[in-house]
């Protein structure tokens, strides 16, 4: 859309546009992921000439899709934990936008998105591509807010900067094009550096009773979460002082699973080993830092003790008997000195000696002997993954089946980082979550664990990838397959329908961007295979073809999955797919849980 501007392009005053990305650069903005056009051009502009005045300016990454643009921005803010970018342009182009931003919203990072509009004096009339995201955005974001003067805009421009960073979450800025080129009412910029995190410290008497609870006790399991990053050592010398397992979700395994000798695995829908078996059978849970949502998997004749820093989680997901609102570092330190040394161990043993019968008999059967199966076990290209990345690598998974394969074998070091979709759980993340992790740190190893489906969705994300010569690697688990969603019809008793995809050969889809790339058949080619592509420079894709009958079976599975599995099964077998049943049923008897 046109906006009749027809101002001098390098002969101008400052604008408000101008005013932004310089408030932007103050702030620490290295770049801005999105697409330009029409009424976001004055702020693509003022990005332009950024980049020719004194100091680094702003660098314009130019995506295939505005998703795209906010998972990056996520991705980049998750990874450096400074303010991110991400913008679109009016109407359909910044509403493309939502997807990643309540994605960044519900991980708790800082992103600012620049949702441009439609020329200030038309809005409210039914204008083309007329949309409102002053008020699309609220549900995503932590602040959001229409800019309408040149006067009014350094205040809000800083407002913004410091909700997303204070929640911390996205803050959204709409701006008309014809008010992001009005000429600046100000010259001063004030915005202030990253606030420190300030130390949220537990009340006493609460601290006193998870005390009192502790110690009452016979059997104590800890279930960490997320909020026990920074507070790793803490945690494992309370486990140990009070000999008590360690399970974890799937956000606090990178944070407190390594080095952990308590360790009994994860939980929930993409559990594995004893933590299930662990929070059933102990006399009180201790919850760290976790807003685990599956209310399923959690007991309800359990003691719960609780601790968070974020009051509203509270007993929201299950009992609570004890609360503690404070920093889990902060109250494991305080905490450590008030509990009694446990003279019994036996619980504690007896969790981690099933762990490990669990992971070498059930997770491990995958990863042995496989070598002469096809199609491949995905779990063997996971295990072989994980040997082979960088021991601080990055990986970005898609939500599905390869958000199980990364949770049971990507083993966390204290160095490696593990980022996906794991709060809002939309697909097609993988890709976009890479890019914006290898703009940031260009010199660290970024793996893409990316299925077929998620992919093929965000496809045109390898061209960006090509563009900058963004070193990301994929591996590509290809199924031809929507796999979690047959296990979700399976459990609920329905035959599988809809879920198949056509046999795409990726890797030539890849190589005819100018991405190098292969594609794997035979188990014993992955190896080579992901060595050869995490070993040379700029992107890679690995195209490996998976068994699409591999699914993932939950660490405990109830009466009525077993009903819904029986019924799906006669299901396909009335339907003529008798064949499809032996199959699957070849491809996962070896993962069904045992004691």
Not at 57 to 76: L, M, T
Not at 317 to 346: I, M
Request: charged letters at 20%; one cysteine or more.
């Amino acid at each position: 859309m046109a906006l009749g501007l027809g101002r001098p392009q390098d002969k101008r005053n400052r604008t408000v546009a101008d005013l932004l990305v310089a408030q932007l650069i103050e702030a620490g903005v290295e770049r801005i992921y999105g697409i330009v056009g029409d009424s976001l051009n004055p702020v693509v502009d003022a990005v332009r000439r950024s980049q020719k005045g004194k100091g680094k300016g702003i660098e314009w990454v130019h995506v295939r899709h505005e998703e795209s643009a906010a998972f990056a921005a996520a991705a980049e803010a998750e990874i450096t934990g400074k303010l991110a970018v991400c913008a679109g342009s009016c109407g359909p182009g910044n509403l493309h936008l939502i997807n990643g931003l309540y994605d960044a919203n519900r991980s708790k990072v800082p992103v600012l998105a620049i949702a441009s509009h439609i020329p200030s004096a038309q809005i409210g009339t039914g204008f083309f591509q007329e949309t409102h995201p002053d008020r699309l955005f609220t549900e995503c974001s932590v602040y959001s807010e229409m800019i309408s003067s040149a006067t009014q805009a350094p205040r809000v421009i800083n407002s913004a900067i410091h909700h997303a960073y204070g929640a911390p979450g996205v803050s959204v800025l709409t701006i008309p094009g014809d008010v992001a080129d009005l000429d600046a009412a100000a010259e001063v910029i004030d915005v202030a550096v990253h606030p420190a995190k300030p130390r949220i410290i537990p009340d006493a008497d609460a601290l006193r009773n998870l005390a009192d609870a502790i110690n009452k006790a016979k059997k104590v399991t800890i279930f960490a979460g997320v909020g026990t990053r920074g507070a790793h050592d803490d945690v494992i010398a309370l486990a140990d002082k009070i000999a008590a397992p360690v399970g974890h979700s799937l956000r606090g395994k990178e944070w407190i699973q390594y080095d952990n000798p308590f360790d009994v695995g994860m939980s929930g829908l993409l559990g594995y080993g004893a933590a299930h078996d662990a929070m059933q059978e102990a006399d009180l849970l201790l919850l760290l830092g976790t807003d685990f949502p599956y209310d399923q998997f959690l007991p309800e004749s359990v003691r719960t003790a609780q601790v968070d820093i974020d009051p509203t989680h509270l007993g929201r997901r299950t009992r609570l008997d004890v609360a503690v609102v404070g920093d889990v570092g902060e109250t494991v330190r305080l905490l450590l000195p008030l509990v009694n040394t446990a003279k019994n161990r036996s619980f504690l043993d007896s969790m981690v000696k099933k762990h490990e019968r669990s992971m070498t008999g059930v997770v491990g059967a995958y990863t042995k002997d496989v070598e002469k199966h096809t199609p491949i076990h995905p779990e063997y290209v996971a295990d072989l993954l994980d040997q082979e990345a960088a021991d601080d690598a990055v990986f970005t998974v898609d939500t599905g089946m390869c958000n199980v394969w990364a949770a049971r074998y990507i083993s966390p070091n204290g160095k490696r980082r593990v980022i996906g979709s794991f709060l809002h759980g939309s697909m097609a993340n993988a890709v976009p979550h890479a890019i914006g992790v290898a703009a940031a740190q260009p010199d660290r190893q970024v793996v893409a664990m990316a299925g077929d489906g998620g992919l093929s969705m965000l496809l045109g994300e390898l061209i960006t990838i090509k563009a900058y010569e963004l070193p990301v690697k994929i591996v590509l688990f290809d199924n031809a397959s929507l796999g979690m969603v047959r296990l979700e019809m399976l459990v609920d008793g329905l035959p599988m329908f809809g879920t198949e995809s056509p046999h795409i050969d990726y890797a030539a889809v890849a190589n005819a961007i100018g991405i190098p790339s292969v594609r794997v058949e035979r188990a014993k080619d992955v190896r080579g295979a992901l060595r050869g592509a995490l070993s040379r420079p700029g992107p890679a894709l690995v195209d490996v073809v998976t068994d699409p009958r591999a699914l993932s079976l939950p660490p405990t599975i109830t009466a009525g999955q077993v009903r819904g599995f029986a019924v799906a099964m006669s299901k396909e077998v009335l339907g003529g797919g008798m064949g499809e049943v032996v199959s699957m049923a070849r491809a996962n008897l070896r993962n069904v849980p045992r004691p």
